[in-house]
């Protein structure tokens, strides 16, 4: 019993009470390596057990730190799945703001569109108003010479009245001379009295007749000369409107020429019948393929059937859309050195060639900057034939769709964009092979970084085993030297625990030799490793 509170005692002050508790299940065997040290007396068992103290507190370390990285691991994961939220919030309002803006791109075609049909029919309105008022002034007139004749004939009528009671009065006065002559010819003052009062009655009547026809024709001058007054009150309202609707239309078109005055110069060139590009488009065939003219590039439509890839490639950086546009831009080259293939129906111009479609909008971007001044294209007739004619004065022509795109957003990686960016060009190999041979050098720099560390871990510990196993065996193959001293019957159970500890030391110099061998067939076969 002392025996074995000496050996705890022992096995206590080598290892300590910490690694005691990692040690706890072995400890029935660390306290008989703790009596074989009391009963040799030699100093192997107490190394032996100082270093087994070691590796227990290395090992309860190496536990504290796995714990202690799975705890950081898993913060880790936390974050990272929250940034994923993060992100997929953030490409969900990307989305929704991508949408917002089709959404406002539509309206804003619609709006423009919405205008264009308001300036057509304010154009046509003003045309008719202007025709409404030139009839007005006829009518005006006319209605003016009709009241002009009513006065002539109520002046001719006056004169009649005048000229009949002359008349009246010339009769009345023959009448008089009559009876006078009646009288004195000694006639019948009876036959007199009845002619006077025959003659009275008849210049009676007449006069009745001749004020009854004065006062229709007055009353007739009267209600015409107010239908016509009324119809010329009438006739000025509307063309004080007229008049209000030409200078708010007067005012629309100031205001867009000293926004973009270049939409003007496009809707001359439409409007003007006797254009050169609508004599060479009506003309004969060969005069126009043969022939070019330059036409407003607002005043061009997209054919139908048409559409633009606007990605920002190899292609379309190094002689598309955007070298277009950025010569355009530098003054390296004017837009009457772009030569455009269209066509005319119904006084609409087409660009209809699919070739056309980068030149064309290189165009459009440069006037958009340019609104100042009217931008120009060399154009030619095309002998395509898309559509017939009827179906063409159908289509608006003002929007186009994208087509052939290779991304909608750019990629987030640089070397993905940069890939991207290559497609088509005689690079695009030679990057792809350097991408490949970079990221193939990073892998296996960092497989021969693991490689060495797992084999320098690999040969420490089978060093360490293999000393710690020499040590073990050392004074076990010297024990029958000693057999003479006085605790020779002691020693009787040594040989089972000499067997034990020395199977115990091969096995652990075993597994060491295994693990460095599989992590060296690992790091041949390109395995990556687990870390802790």
Same mark, same amino acid.
């Given at each position: 019993?002392?025996?074995?509170?000496?050996?705890?005692?022992?096995?206590?002050?080598?290892?300590?009470?910490?690694?005691?508790?990692?040690?706890? *299940?072995?400890?029935?065997?660390?306290?008989?390596?703790?009596?074989?040290?009391?009963?040799?007396?030699?100093?192997?068992?107490?190394?032996?057990?100082?270093?087994?103290?070691?590796?227990?507190?290395?090992?309860?370390?190496?536990?504290?730190?796995?714990?202690?990285?799975?705890?950081?691991?898993?913060?880790?994961?936390?974050?990272?799945?929250?940034?994923?939220?993060?992100?997929?919030?953030?490409?969900?309002?990307?989305?929704?703001?991508?949408?917002?803006?089709?959404?406002?791109?539509?309206?804003?075609?619609?709006?423009?569109?919405?205008?264009?049909?308001?300036?057509?029919?304010?154009?046509?309105?003003?045309?008719?108003?202007?025709?409404?008022?030139?009839?007005?002034?006829?009518?005006?007139?006319?209605?003016?010479?009709?009241?002009?004749?009513?006065?002539?004939?109520?002046?001719?009528?006056?004169?009649?009245?005048?000229?009949?009671?002359?008349?009246?009065?010339?009769?009345?006065?023959?009448?008089?001379?009559?009876?006078?002559?009646?009288?004195?010819?000694?006639?019948?003052?009876?036959?007199?009295?009845?002619?006077?009062? /025959?003659?009275?009655?008849?210049?009676?009547?007449?006069?009745?007749?001749?004020?009854?026809?004065?006062?229709?024709?007055?009353?007739?001058?009267?209600?015409?000369?107010?239908?016509?007054?009324?119809?010329?009150?009438?006739?000025?309202?509307?063309?004080?409107?007229?008049?209000?609707?030409?200078?708010?239309?007067?005012?629309?078109?100031?205001?867009?020429?000293?926004?973009?005055?270049?939409?003007?110069?496009?809707?001359?060139?439409?409007?003007?019948?006797?254009?050169?590009?609508?004599?060479?488009?009506?003309?004969?065939?060969?005069?126009?393929?043969?022939?070019?003219?330059?036409?407003?590039?607002?005043?061009?439509?997209?054919?139908?059937?048409?559409?633009?890839?606007?990605?920002?490639?190899?292609?379309?950086?190094?002689?598309?859309?955007?070298?277009?546009?950025?010569?355009?831009?530098?003054?390296?080259?004017?837009?009457?050195?772009?030569?455009?293939?269209?066509?005319?129906?119904?006084?609409?111009?087409?660009?209809?060639?699919?070739?056309?479609?980068? *030149?064309?909008?290189?165009?459009?971007?440069?006037?958009?900057?340019?609104?100042?001044?009217?931008?120009?294209?060399?154009?030619?007739?095309?002998?395509?034939?898309?559509?017939?004619?009827?179906?063409?004065?159908?289509?608006?022509?003002?929007?186009?769709?994208?087509?052939?795109?290779?991304?909608?957003?750019?990629?987030?990686?640089?070397?993905?964009?940069?890939?991207?960016?290559?497609?088509?060009?005689?690079?695009?190999?030679?990057?792809?092979?350097?991408?490949?041979?970079? /990221?193939?050098?990073?892998?296996?720099?960092?497989?021969?970084?693991?490689?060495?560390?797992?084999?320098?871990?690999? /040969?420490?510990?089978?060093?360490?085993?293999?000393?710690?196993?020499?040590?073990?065996?050392?004074?076990?193959?010297?024990?029958?030297?000693?057999?003479?001293?006085?605790?020779?019957?002691?020693?009787?159970?040594?040989?089972?625990?000499?067997?034990?500890?020395?199977?115990?030391?091969?096995?652990?110099?075993?597994?060491?030799?295994?693990?460095?061998?599989?992590?060296?067939?690992?790091?041949?076969?390109?395995?990556?490793?687990? *870390?802790?």
């Amino acid at each position: 019993m002392a025996d074995h509170h000496a050996a705890e005692a022992l096995l206590m002050a080598e290892i300590g009470a910490d690694a005691m508790q990692e040690l706890k *299940p072995y400890y029935s065997a660390l306290v008989g390596v703790a009596d074989l040290a009391l009963s040799t007396g030699g100093p192997h068992f107490r190394s032996l057990l100082r270093h087994v103290g070691v590796l227990a507190s290395k090992v309860a370390a190496l536990e504290g730190g796995v714990t202690q990285w799975r705890a950081v691991s898993q913060d880790g994961q936390l974050q990272l799945a929250k940034a994923s939220a993060q992100l997929a919030a953030a490409r969900q309002s990307a989305e929704s703001e991508r949408t917002r803006a089709e959404v406002l791109q539509s309206q804003l075609v619609a709006v423009m569109r919405d205008r264009e049909a308001n300036k057509v029919v304010a154009q046509t309105n003003a045309q008719w108003l202007q025709v409404e008022a030139q009839k007005a002034n006829l009518e005006l007139k006319r209605s003016h010479s009709e009241v002009l004749a009513l006065q002539e004939e109520v002046r001719r009528l006056r004169i009649e009245l005048e000229v009949t009671s002359s008349k009246q009065r010339q009769q009345e006065a023959h009448l008089e001379a009559e009876r006078l002559r009646a009288a004195g010819a000694d006639l019948s003052a009876e036959h007199a009295e009845k002619g006077k009062a /025959r003659l009275e009655a008849a210049l009676k009547r007449a006069d009745e007749e001749q004020r009854e026809n004065v006062e229709t024709l007055t009353a007739q001058v009267q209600q015409q000369k107010q239908r016509l007054e009324r119809r010329l009150e009438a006739e000025r309202n509307e063309a004080i409107q007229n008049r209000q609707v030409m200078s708010n239309l007067e005012s629309t078109v100031a205001e867009i020429r000293s926004v973009m005055p270049s939409l003007l110069e496009a809707a001359d060139f439409l409007r003007d019948p006797h254009s050169p590009a609508l004599k060479m488009a009506r003309g004969p065939v060969l005069l126009s393929v043969n022939s070019s003219v330059r036409i407003p590039v607002l005043a061009l439509r997209w054919a139908p059937k048409l559409g633009l890839n606007s990605t920002p490639g190899w292609a379309a950086l190094r002689e598309g859309l955007f070298a277009l546009f950025h010569q355009l831009q530098t003054g390296a080259m004017v837009p009457e050195q772009v030569e455009l293939r269209v066509c005319e129906a119904g006084g609409r111009w087409f660009c209809c060639e699919e070739q056309d479609t980068g *030149p064309f909008a290189a165009l459009l971007m440069f006037q958009a900057l340019h609104r100042d001044a009217p931008i120009s294209a060399t154009c030619r007739m095309s002998t395509k034939v898309m559509l017939p004619a009827e179906e063409l004065e159908k289509h608006s022509g003002l929007s186009v769709l994208s087509t052939a795109a290779m991304w909608r957003t750019p990629p987030q990686h640089e070397e993905d964009f940069l890939r991207a960016l290559l497609v088509g060009s005689s690079l695009e190999e030679v990057f792809r092979d350097f991408l490949y041979h970079q /990221r193939r050098g990073r892998v296996e720099d960092a497989f021969e970084e693991e490689l060495k560390r797992d084999g320098v871990m690999g /040969r420490r510990r089978g060093e360490l085993l293999g000393r710690e196993a020499s040590m073990v065996e050392t004074p076990l193959q010297q024990a029958p030297v000693a057999s003479a001293t006085p605790v020779a019957p002691s020693f009787s159970s040594a040989p089972p625990a000499r067997g034990v500890f020395a199977t115990t030391a091969q096995a652990a110099a075993a597994a060491a030799a295994q693990a460095a061998q599989s992590a060296a067939s690992r790091g041949r076969s390109g395995v990556k490793p687990t *870390p802790i």
